[in-house]
Every structure is written in C-alpha cells, then in structure tokens.
C-alpha cells in the first residue's frame, strides 16, 4: 500500500510543481467554458438549458488534454520502466497514476464545477447533483482514458489519436452525467442516473487497469 | 482449438481461401439477386409505401455492422490469448469492411428516415449508437495505421477492440435510455410478415456471404502484403 501511494504522491507533485501543467487543465477549464456564453449569445434562458452539458463536454476535454501526459512523460525519461519492474502490480501503478491523474484534474473540476454553473445560470438546486455527478463521472474520463495513454504512449503526436480513440468510449459517462442533472432540474429523482454512472465507474474501475498494463507492457518491450 | 492451430498456417489458409472465395463470390450475388428481385417486387407498406423498401439495405447492414464488430473482437481475443498468426489479420482485415457496413446502415437510414420521419437525422438513441458504432471502426482503423510494426499494431489493436467490445453495449443502453425514437427490432421474433421477412434474411445471408468473400480477400492481400514487407527489410539489411 505505501508503494502503491507512494507512486500517489509522486505523480500528484509532479503534477502540481513548475511545469506539470495541472493548472493549465483547470484554466482551459474555465477558459472553454466562457468561450460558450460568448459564442451562443449572453441568453440566460438558454445557457442554464444548455449549462450542465456545456461543463461535462468541457470537463471531458479537459481530461483528455492532460491525458496524453499520463504516460509519456514517464516514457521519455524511462522512469516507466523502472516503475514496470518494481515489485508493485503494473496494474496497481496504472491506478495509482490514475488516482493521480484524477486528484489533480477530475477533482479540481468538480470543485470547481458549481462556479462554473454559477456563470452558466444553472439552478443552484442542482449543484449537489451536478458535483456527485462529476465525483461519480471524472473517474471514469480518467480510467478509460488511461487505456488510450497507454496504446498511444509510445506514438509521436499520439495526443490526437488518444482523443480518437478514447472520446467513443465516454459517451455512457456524459449521457448518464448529464441526465442526472437534468432530472434535478426538471423536479424528478436523479438518483437511478446517478446509480447507473457509479456502476459505469465501478466496470471501469475493475477492467480498464488490466487493459492499460497490457498495452503498457506492450508499448515497453 | 485443433483446426484453429491447422489453419494456422499462412500458405495453407491461402490455398483453401482461394479455392473457396469463388464460390462464395457467386453465392453472394446469387443470393442479393434473388433477395433483391423479391423485396422489390413484394407489396409496399401500406402507411410508408415505397420507402420502405430502403431497409432491405438498411437493416442486413445494420446487423452485419454489429457481428463484424463481434467477430473482430473474437478474432481480437483469439490474437491475444493465443496468439493466432491469422486472428490479428482477420480482425484488421475486418474493420474497414465493418465500417462501410455502418456506413451504408447510417446513410440508408438519414435517405429513409427523410420521407418517413420528416429528417436526416435525429438524435435518437439507434441512430447515436451506430453513429459511436462507426468512430470506434474508425479508432480502430487508425491506431493500425499509427504503429508501424505489424506485431505490435496488432497487439494494441486487439486491446483497443475488446476495451470497445465492452464499451458498446453499455453505450447501446445509454443512449437507448436518452431518447428513443427508433422503431425495436422485429425481425428475429418472428413478428415480420413472411413477405418482408424472406427477402429481408435472403439479403442478410447475401451481405454475410459478402463479408466473408471480402474478408477472405483482404486477408489474402494483408498475407501478401506482409510477406512483401518482410522481404523488403531483408533486402535493405543486406
């Protein structure tokens, strides 16, 4: 476990210091996210329609453009292969980084999410939903994704190919987000939408490991 | 697993394809010949009328588009696992002829679905799912292109098929819970009238004959072509 949140601790570091680019994941965040009043017209009727997809289509883009340093950066300097033949599971290291990729990202989002719906007027009602949503939801952009970094990894400009691949396979993760907090704002339950994004976060939190380990592996020899 | 490791062998696959890709070349057109002859010559919908003759394309391309899919993530498997000379070659050789079924399912449905529904396209949940359908054939398609090893592609093709062969049915279920506008499918509960029904599963056997024909060809040219690229490496290092 101490090498399991070991590689944790390392991966958030890198991630937060000079260079590691996680605050520029949140300022394209918040950067897209106004381009969208800017670009449909000021309408507050229609931007707190369209709000809550506007932040999950943003949130996903926002994964996936820090996504592509999942692995590379690790790949260049070869410090991959040393975490490929250190006594703790490939598999287990994919998670850790994940975990990482997901604290320094997915959650910040989240966070950051009902300022966002602020601007965006959407009902203050739905916040809660909106961020157990994304809590649910940003997980999964990070484990599935982490299957397109680990094919992609050892590919130059591989970061477009990455979002090729991987943007097919979020459409359950948007679709269920984004239903649970329209249900909120239309005075139904969001609960069954919500229970089906956490079983898509419990299916991709038991497979896609197995697959990004392989595909590293692969990508190593 | 005995007759698997049998046809394992490249030059003994060719030889058999060869021998057998003509006659299923001819049954092919046999069958979408009389398939054909007999839906367009079959009564009209009586609500839609000659429209509807559209889904004799649309529905056996609709259907060949998801067990294309389903077979490219057997061979996948089978590649992985065994590491089957041949499972990487038919899952490659698969895709593009996957796609163009989705394809032709997409574009026979918007011609359709102008008449009938009023549009092209509709968001509904039928229409999304082919449409994600056809950008995984196209991710697919492009991570062989993006490798440049043969062996590799195919190892990391074959893992990006079985992540997607997952993914599908739950993307099938979501978005059939986002919006339905589709009509269910009736063909295989025996709820279609003998009229529509034979026609309809003629062309079907004639788009799956089809699909063994070209796949079966593209398999000989991938074959071909690998065994050329071979040579040209052993005569650049010489």
Known sequence: MSRFSAVVARDVRLALRQGGGSYWTLMFFILTVTLFPLGVG???????????????????????????????????????????????????TVLAKV????????????????????????????????????????????????????????????????SLLVMPLYVPALIFGALAVEATLEGLSPRPHLLLLGADLLVALALTPWGAAAALRLNLE | MANLHWLANPGRFLRISNAVVPYLAGLTVVLLAYGLWRGLTAPHDATQGAPATIMYMHVPSAIMSMTVYGGMAVASAVALIWKHPLADIAAKSSALIGAGFTATCLISGSMWGRPTWGTYWAWDARLTSELVLFFVYLGYIAIWQAIEDPQRAGRAAAILALAGSVNLPIIHYSVEWWNTLHQPAGLLQGKTDPVLAVPLLTLLAAFFCFYVTVLLLRMEREIVGRKIRQLRLLQAQA
């Open chain 1, 99 to 162: 975990l990482a990729h997901w604290l320094t990202t997915g959650l910040p989002v989240t966070l950051l999410a009902p300022l966002m719906g602020a601007m965006l007027a959407i009902e203050p009602a739905a916040y809660p939903t909106l961020m157990v949503a994304m809590l649910l939801g940003t997980p999964v952009l990070s484990l599935v994704g982490s299957i397109g970094a680990a094919l992609t990894v050892g590919i130059r400009r591989g970061g477009v190919l990455l």
């Open chain 1, 42 to 92: 000021p309408d507050l009727a229609l931007l707190s329609r369209i709000g809550s997809g506007v932040l999950w289509v943003v949130a996903l883009l926002a994964a996936l453009l820090s996504l592509d340093r999942l692995f590379q950066a690790d790949y260049e300097d070869g410090s991959l292969e040393l975490l490929a033949l250190a006594p703790l599971p490939l598999e287990l």
